[in-house]
């Protein structure tokens, strides 16, 4: 990541995050379950392969997600989200709440996105812990 602009939170989180693939590779790995190259590109927002690599490698630089070699497939790599990027978690789900209420959203997916969000924190640790336990994280998340 290059020198900060500003040190405000928001600016700092942006800086790491403000871009929309992002926050949909986030969203596929947390509420989807994917973890490999191929299913990022299956997505129905049409990443481009250039696009995702340098995604994937800045969340990485980032600390948001870590890459290894998939055990099951020598030819791929898995990634998966560390403590940082489960707490992004109650984030997303604002984010989708927000835009269930403010945006012409799929009937289906504004009524999960609610769901969620009324959910609470309470749902939220709930399916953090699953998360950390699906991606390998102990301790504080």
Known sequence: MTTARSYCPISLTLDMLGDRWSLLLLRDMMFAGKRHFREFLQSAEGIS????A????????CGILTRADDPGHKQKA???LTAAGINLLPLLVQLGAWGARHCTADDGLAAMAQQLAEGGPQLWAQMQGELARVHGV???W
């Open 78 to 80: 898995i990634y998966s």
């Open 138 to 140: 102990d301790g504080d």
């Open 49 to 52: 392969t250039n696009i995702l």
């Open 54 to 61: 340098e995604r994937l490698a800045r969340l990485v630089a």
